[in-house]
Nanobody, 116 residues
Framework: QVQLVESGGGLVQAGGSLRLSCAAS????????MGWYRQAPGKQRELVATTTNAGSTNYADSVKGRFTISRDNAKNTVHLQMNSLKPEDTGIYYC??????????WGQGTQVTVSS
């Protein structure tokens, strides 16, 4: 079982930046994927960015060039640097951890609000 604790959400004006962090604890070893998903009001949860412990990354087209995902394997943490934020980036951002067997853990979510 893996526990995830997110931090770093908040309110920011359009064009601003925020940095989200997610710390994983518990059975964190072996091949895994960590990432960020978001859910806007009335919409389905969608992928934002993911990264493997080997360093490969994947981004939603809507955030490419604005968001950067990074991770510290030694500390089992993943970060999401969000620049040039837009109102449509507003939502609850969830951290996700998937181990090599496909077991999935979710964080509690952190609110990101971008005002126009």
């Amino acid at each position: 079982q893996v526990q995830l604790v997110e931090s770093g959400g908040g309110l920011v004006q359009a064009g601003g930046s925020l940095r989200l962090s997610c710390a994983a604890s518990g059975s964190t070893f072996g091949i895994n994927v960590m990432g960020w998903y978001r859910q806007a009001p009335g919409k389905q949860r969608e992928l934002v960015a993911t990264t493997t412990n080997a360093g490969s990354t994947n981004y939603a087209d809507s955030v490419k060039g604005r968001f950067t995902i990074s991770r510290d394997n030694a500390k089992n943490t993943v970060h999401l640097q969000m620049n040039s934020l837009k109102p449509e980036d507003t939502g609850i951002y969830y951290c996700k951890y998937v181990d090599g067997l496909g077991s999935t853990s979710w964080g509690q979510g952190t609110q990101v609000t971008v005002s126009s």
